[in-house]
């Protein structure tokens, strides 16, 4: 309307409606005979009204892909040497406990961005984050690795400050789902306790700061939804009682409801499983929360607690053991025997694969379209999620994995392994993108 083709050769060519109708049916509009024709262009005319100002006399620049403006701000990074290196560093912690749990919280807004780690003897450790830095400009600069191991573990002075005491059920097998960490890095969730509790530690202190009972027996898993502003969120509890609650946790008091000294009441009580539960994943954005029992379906609830949907895999998947929920409304589950199936939250199976590691974590990236895994083989592989095609294997480890995390700009992959050491790789999901493979 306003460009360079809203008159002249370039209107024309472009089969442009306000050129036709407003220049050329103006200036022929006498010659026609048809009274009814000339009253159909002349309505056309009015109803089109006066063209607009031509405010372009040249064509428009063309706009930069998303790719491109990428690109253009990593470049600084994106093809230094360093940076093209898989594996970016090992940390080995004093303990050997297999490391059971890794969340990175590293936004630069944080006052302590970090690592958390937890290992399978409970012992826990606030890793520094430093960022990833570029290569060195110089021979005397030294190369920046981007997480510096908790001072109280690597001298070994103070451990009573990481250690949680509090022993859990003899039946609980430790995984990573037992787990979870505040946004804000100060505080560690565990359930698993024989008094059908799950609690809070002071990650600075590792002080008990609150106890939450609600269940009728042992609390087997824990997970927390995307936080809002200040640091708010749902946290979701699974019990060998078969049914899930779904609590509130108060950024501002750091804790569970409005006080840590007072009872609280679960926001929703969730029900439909026959057995105990044993993974589960809830999506604020969508309202949705997503749980897998020990024998049988996974179902979809809504957060006010009603049942929406099953979701039911070929006749060899029957045992969930892990759940990823996207934004995007796709759900991916693990189950037994290296099976994992993606659903849509409508409950439609939109794919299956099956695979020869025995999972132990899985991670979905923020925009849902790629798939992390690793498990007893040691490998970190990516897989692209609609199609379930297997796009990139890292190199492998000397342990098993046990757990996985990512920092907040996806830029590093943080795996917990179970000799005890965590093992940080270098990603870019974009490699993947259609564009960035067509163009570079």
């Given amino acids: ?34 009274p009814m024709l000339r009253e159909a262009v002349e309505s ?29 701000l ?3 990074l994106m093809f230094t040497e360093q940076m093209q290196q898989d594996v970016i560093m090992v940390l080995k912690f004093p303990s050997n406990s297999p490391v059971t749990h890794v969340a990175a919280n590293t936004q630069p807004g944080l006052t302590s961005p970090a690592i958390i780690t937890v290992t399978a003897s ?10 990833l830095a570029g290569h060195p400009s110089s021979a005397e600069q030294q190369y920046q690795l981007p997480v510096e191991i ?11 400050r990481r250690q949680i005491p509090d022993l859990l059920d003899q039946s609980i097998q430790i995984s990573s789902q037992c787990f979870v960490i505040a946004a804000n890095n100060r505080f560690i969730l565990l359930c698993g306790f024989w ?5 809070v530690y002071s990650t600075d202190t590792g002080k008990l700061t609150q106890i939450v009972f609600g269940h009728r027996d042992v609390v087997t898993c824990l997970a927390r939804s995307e936080s809002y502003i200040g640091g708010d969120c749902y946290i979701l509890s699974g019990s060998r009682d078969a049914t899930l609650l779904l609590w509130y946790w108060n950024g501002k008091h750091s804790c569970i409801g409005e006080s840590s000294g007072m009872f609280v009441t679960p926001r929703a009580i969730l029900t439909g499983h026959d057995c105990e539960v044993t993974c589960v994943s809830v999506c604020a954005e969508l309202g949705l929360v997503i749980s897998g029992c020990k024998e049988g379906p996974c179902l979809i609830h809504s957060m006010n607690g009603d049942l929406l949907r099953t979701l039911e895999g070929p006749e060899m998947c029957q045992r969930p053991r892990l759940i990823q929920c996207s934004s995007e409304g796709h759900c991916i589950i693990y189950y037994d025997k290296g099976h994992f199936c993606l659903f849509s939250v409508n409950g439609k199976l939109l794919g299956h694969m099956e695979v020869e590691d025995s999972t132990k974590a899985m991670l979905l990236s923020k925009d849902g379209q790629y798939l992390l895994t690793g498990g007893d083989g040691g490998v970190v592989s990516v897989w692209e999620v609609h199609s379930l095609k297997q796009l990139f294997i890292y190199p492998g480890c000397d342990a098993g994995i046990r757990s996985m995390a990512m920092s907040h700009d996806q830029r590093c992959i943080i795996t917990g392994m179970a000799s005890g050491s965590i093992v940080l790789f270098y990603n870019d999901f974009n490699k993947w993108h259609h564009e960035y493979q067509t163009r570079y």
């Fill in 1 to 34: 309307i306003f460009g360079y083709k809203q008159q002249g050769p370039e209107a024309s060519r472009a089969l442009n409606v306000f050129y036709y109708l407003t220049y050329e049916g103006a200036v022929n509009l006498s010659s026609i005979q048809d």
């Fill in 122 to 131: 409970r012992l826990f450790a606030v890793n520094k984050w430093l960022g």
């Fill in 195 to 199: 008094d059908k509790s799950f609690r």
């Fill in 74 to 76: 990593q470049s600084p």
């Fill in 44 to 72: 056309q005319i009015r109803s089109f009204g006066q063209t607009p100002c031509q405010l372009l006399i040249e064509p428009h620049a063309p706009r930069s892909s998303a790719m491109q403006v990428y690109l253009l």
């Fill in 150 to 160: 908790d001072p109280l573990i690597a001298s070994n002075v103070g451990t009573h």
